[in-house]
């Protein structure tokens, strides 16, 4: 069973926010929580989706240029 092409996207770009999300609440380091929810509000922190762009975008990279070796 082959997997789409936009579906292993949509994976590995949840694996990467729910890693960099799952690190930031491990160790308290606000820059990597990407969604802060508080008892009666929530933030969106601006460098942590840059952080998880960048990461997507080196990834997609590196993942087609090893397919393209093949």
Do not use: H, P, Q
């Amino acid at each position: 069973m082959k997997i789409d092409s936009s579906l292993n996207g949509y994976l590995i770009g949840s694996t990467i926010i729910l890693i960099y999300s799952f690190i930031g609440y491990l160790f308290n380091i606000d820059i990597l929580k990407i969604m802060t929810i508080r008892k009666d509000e929530f933030s969106i922190s601006i460098a942590g989706v840059f952080i998880c762009i960048i990461t997507m975008v080196l990834v997609v990279y590196i993942v087609r240029k090893f397919k393209s070796t093949k």
